[in-house]
């Protein structure tokens, strides 16, 4: 029985694109590693937030963490650039 969130197709893609970024992060260290960190809580929270929005009842609640949750993927998206710009992808 498939709960309320995973039949969402935003929530499906976002847990794709976690499992993309766990394979991309296993090439930084060193001078990379505060990047991976943050690429990793950034990418975890998109999906989360989604289901958490996804469970509220009231519009405002689920607004906010689905705002939050687009927040993290524009985060995502800026730490790819940064590392784009570093010459590592």
């Known amino acids: ?12 893609l976002a847990i794709v694109y976690v499992a ?3 394979e991309q992060v296993e090439k930084l260290d060193g001078a990379y ?7 990793l809580r950034a990418s975890q ?3 989360l937030n989604i289901a958490e929005g996804n469970g509220k009842t009231t519009e405002p609640d689920r607004r ?9 993927a524009l985060e995502c998206a800026a730490i790819q650039d940064v590392l784009v710009a ?3 992808f």
């Open 1 to 12: 029985m498939a709960l309320g969130h995973e039949k969402l197709d935003v929530y499906r």
């Open 20 to 22: 993309w970024v766990f």
């Open 33 to 39: 590693r505060h990047a991976r960190d943050q690429w």
């Open 45 to 47: 929270s998109i999906p």
């Open 64 to 72: 906010r963490y689905f705002e939050i949750a687009r927040g993290s």
């Open 86 to 88: 570093g010459g590592l």
